[in-house]
């Protein structure tokens, strides 16, 4: 349900769904590209003013409510940093320990 409308309102603000990705989002705006992903009631933005996009989803038009609307920096197992030039990156650090730890687990003292 919750996908469903967000779908139509991504629709309705003029993005489209990536051809390789679909629940990839993306609309031109201000000679650059803005993405949102979205996964069952989750999104994720990369926007150029994200508070005024929030502040939309959340108004009486469309009436969506959010846990939280902060700034990334942890999301699917990969945390997100900035590099001294504001650029963003995904650092899966934390992700791939884990997959290690549960790897040695799972094959200690296997040949």
Known sequence: MFGELVFEILSELGF??????????M????????????????????????ESFIDLLMSPKYSLKFKSTSKVHFHFGAEFDRD??????????RYIERIAETYKRFFRGKP
């Open 16 to 25: 489209t769904p990536s051809k390789a990705e679909s629940q990839i989002w």
């Open 27 to 50: 609309r031109e705006a201000y000679g650059k590209y803005e993405y949102v992903a979205t996964y069952v009631d989750d999104l994720l933005s990369a926007i150029n003013d994200p």
């Open 84 to 93: 001294p030039n504001r650029t963003l990156f995904v650092c899966p650090r």
